[in-house]
């Protein structure tokens, strides 16, 4: 029985997103094993056929010494499971497990970058300098006659020198989302737009510059709330202090919730979703959640983002760091519920056009099928 490898870096990052993955693996005859740090989502994901292999790795760390320790234990569980493929996802895995890759003989790999993070959501110089090592290091020595790259947005391609519609490059809806999970619902009643933002709290989704645009489409007259659904990640340098939430959420009509398990409750309360993210996505999750509920988007113009919403028709995308821009949508939005609905009724049509988990299961199943026939 062929063997597939995943590479990643927690347990829950696997268990939220990646899951329809290791199914379609599962169902079309692969032995799957799951390579991460495990904490509380092993079972979840051995729920899919999938075994679990523990890799201890802080994803904050930038130790040169503490990576090459990891890529040394990861080349060992390689060796020691002989996986026929290397499926890495995101950035620093792709790193860490294509270097393993690399020392344990691996020639099938699959780099599926689902985002660039501070490399894509900055352009300062230490920035280039890191796009340009991920590029040499990718595109070079981790690369083999059967890698394969896997991107959800057709922006991304070319920050790592790759064509978008070469044979070793596919583009996938990100995920994938299960409509049924995620049922089209119509927005509530009442007379205030309800806004909500349904992901981590990190500077780099500009969860700040859509406080300040419900500031002031708020002194413009609208009747606008703003709910913030989500937690700070202690392993992300960009997180968002716990103490600046609760100090937004002691200002008129702007709420932190924490996270939340019930993200489709969350739809059924709120009109519009939004994400002002500076860049580095790959294709949001939270925007194919809200859209499969019919909940149109209001984001920024960066890769992903703008790749999905249709600006004018199932959302609206804005310039970066644009508070004012996101205010005047927000007051035309809350003037206008009939445009609410039709942009809502869309998004919805939208994501289940190519977006779902049967889709992504499908692309994903084909692309090993061809590494493992090459």
Same mark, same amino acid.
């Given at each position: ?40 989502? =092993?079972? =979840? ?228 979703? +939004? ?49 004012? =821009? ?19 009724? +869309? ?28």
């Amino acid at each position: 029985m062929p063997k597939l490898a995943f590479v990643v870096t927690e347990d829950w990052f696997f268990a939220s997103h990646f899951l329809p993955m290791a199914r379609a693996a599962v169902a079309m005859g692969l032995d799957v094993v799951v390579i991460a740090r495990v904490r509380d989502h =092993a079972e =979840a994901i051995r729920t899919t056929g999938a075994r679990v292999v523990p890799l201890e790795a802080e994803r904050r760390s930038v130790n040169p010494l503490q990576a090459a320790g990891t890529v040394g234990r990861l080349a060992a569980i390689l060796r020691a499971e002989r996986p026929d493929i290397v499926h890495c996802i995101s950035l620093k895995p792709i790193l860490v497990g294509g270097a393993a890759s690399v020392l344990a003989g691996v020639r099938r790999r699959v780099y599926a970058l689902t985002g660039l993070g501070f490399l894509g959501a900055r352009s300062d110089r230490r920035a280039s300098l890191a796009r340009g090592f991920v590029r040499a290091v990718t595109t070079g020595p981790l690369r083999s006659t059967a890698t394969r790259f896997v991107f959800e947005n057709r922006d991304d391609p070319a920050l790592l020198g790759l064509d978008a519609d070469a044979p070793d490059v596919a583009i996938l809806g990100g995920a994938g989302i299960d409509p049924a999970a995620y049922p089209e619902t119509p927005p509530p009643a009442g007379p205030t737009l309800r806004v909500a933002v349904v992901a981590r709290m990190l500077w780099s989704k500009g969860i700040d510059t859509m406080v300040e645009a419900v500031e002031q489409a708020r002194r413009d007259g609208a009747a606008v709330e703003l709910s913030l659904y989500g937690k700070p990640d202690p392993s992300n340098p960009r997180a968002i202090p716990r103490a600046t939430l609760e100090d937004w959420s002691h200002r008129p009509g702007i709420v932190w919730h924490g996270p939340t398990r019930d993200v489709a409750g969350v739809w059924r309360e709120h009109h519009v979703a +939004a994400l002002a993210s500076r860049g580095g996505e790959g294709l949001p999750r939270t925007l194919l959640e809200s859209a499969a509920c019919g909940r149109l988007s209001l984001t920024t113009d960066v890769p992903g983002c703008r790749s999905f919403v249709r600006d004018g028709l199932d959302g609206f995308v804005v310039p970066v760091d644009d508070a004012a =821009a996101l205010a005047g949508r927000l007051v035309q939005l809350a003037g206008d519920r009939g445009l609410v609905d039709r942009m809502g009724a +869309a998004a919805a049509a939208r994501v289940r056009d190519g977006y779902t988990e049967a889709d992504v299961a499908a692309a994903v199943s084909r692309l090993y099928r061809r590494l493992l026939d090459a």
